[in-house]
């Protein structure tokens, strides 16, 4: 019970929770069963706070999910439910995952309380309520919430600025660096297909000298615009480098894999690119796609097998996909 609330907070379970910061008087959900006791709870909120009642638990958490509270009071006592469940399920959401919780305990119920308290909820107050007591708990929660919701949002900008190429939005190397072998292990303890295509802009210098580096850049954009449209949500778009890119697929065999090359292949060549002035600026692009082996494989030998297809790929011509 306890290793589940004290356990570190992942990177993906960061950037799947709300980190959007709430102003104003604060934004309070108001779980009981009991309209006696929630008019009674809620007129000691209601010059504090903004307050949403839920008579039912299951409709309190999935409204607590859906909308931007900045704390959820729960009072005991629901004659079919278990708070202390739904705390925990508060807590298992993402979206609810630092959400602070008041609960409203009875007089006496101290055995409860510790194991609210184990179960994540931040604070207690027992009746009869204390309308100031109320109001003083509930400001530090919500003071603390959105201070945390602050530096959440900021290292999440700076999690995902140092994920992202600046130039095309697309991934950067450095994500490709750490996902791929995650990616290439999955696919192989799961026995499932996975490949990945590399794609290297043709003459991208002579695009360069002729129309000069905003130029250049312009076409990288719209060329990076264009490999995204043409492959999945799940796939991993990256720009590797100066004019090249990587795209790791999973689930992907290899026939399927060169379908989506030569699809991109071609969209560029018939693409009107548009550089300052000049339209119609002729674009290609040479791929080489690599599949996973079954046996002995590593990423580096995928890559390198992608590269080679890559070099094939130029050394034949240029405009074509090597698989
Ligand atoms: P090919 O790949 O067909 O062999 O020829 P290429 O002309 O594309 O060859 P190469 O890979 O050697 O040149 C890539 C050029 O891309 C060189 C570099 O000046 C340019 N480049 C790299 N990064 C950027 C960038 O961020 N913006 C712009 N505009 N150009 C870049
Ligand atoms: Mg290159
Ligand atoms: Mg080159
Ligand atoms: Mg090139």
Request: glycine fraction near 6%; charge should be neutral.
């Amino acid at each position: 019970l306890r290793a589940s609330t004290t356990r570190n907070i992942g990177i993906e379970e960061l950037l799947a929770a709300r980190t959007s910061v709430n102003e104003g008087p604060p934004r309070v959900l108001l779980i009981d069963e009991k309209s006696s006791s929630s008019s009674a709870i809620r007129k000691k909120l209601s010059a504090t706070a903004d307050v949403d009642l839920a008579d039912d638990p299951q409709v309190g958490l999935f409204q607590a999910a859906e909308n931007p509270y900045d704390c959820v009071v729960i009072s005991t006592g629901f004659a079919e439910f278990d708070p202390l469940r739904l705390c925990s399920q508060l807590r298992s959401l993402d979206r609810t995952r630092f959400l602070p919780i008041i609960l409203i305990a009875e007089m006496g119920e101290d055995e409860r309380i510790v194991r609210a308290l184990e179960l994540g909820v931040n604070d207690y107050i027992v009746r009869p309520v204390d309308e100031q007591e109320l109001v003083a708990r509930l400001r530090t929660q919500v003071k603390r919430k959105r201070y945390n919701d602050h530096l959440r949002a900021s290292v999440t900008q700076t999690i995902e600025m140092a994920v992202t190429d600046g130039l095309t939005g697309l991934h950067n190397r450095r994500y490709l660096d750490s996902h791929l072998q995650t990616l290439f292990d999955r696919a192989m303890s799961r026995r499932r297909p996975l490949s990945v295509m590399i794609t290297d802009l043709d003459r991208f210098k002579a695009i360069n000298d002729t129309f000069g580096h905003d130029g250049g850049d312009a076409v990288l954009r719209e060329f990076a615009r264009r490999l995204r449209k043409n492959v999945r949500g799940i796939d991993l778009a990256c720009r590797f480098g100066g004019e090249e890119f990587v795209v790791v697929m999973p689930d992907t065999d290899g026939a399927i894999a060169e379908k989506v090359a030569e699809r991109v292949r071609s969209e560029i060549e018939r693409a009107v690119f548009e550089v300052g002035a000049a339209e119609g600026v002729p674009v290609t692009v040479s791929v080489g796609v690599a599949t996973l082996n079954r046996a002995g494989d590593s990423v580096e030998k995928l890559m390198k097998r992608a590269d080679a297809a890559l070099y094939d790929a130029k050394n034949g011509g240029r405009n074509r996909v090597v698989a």
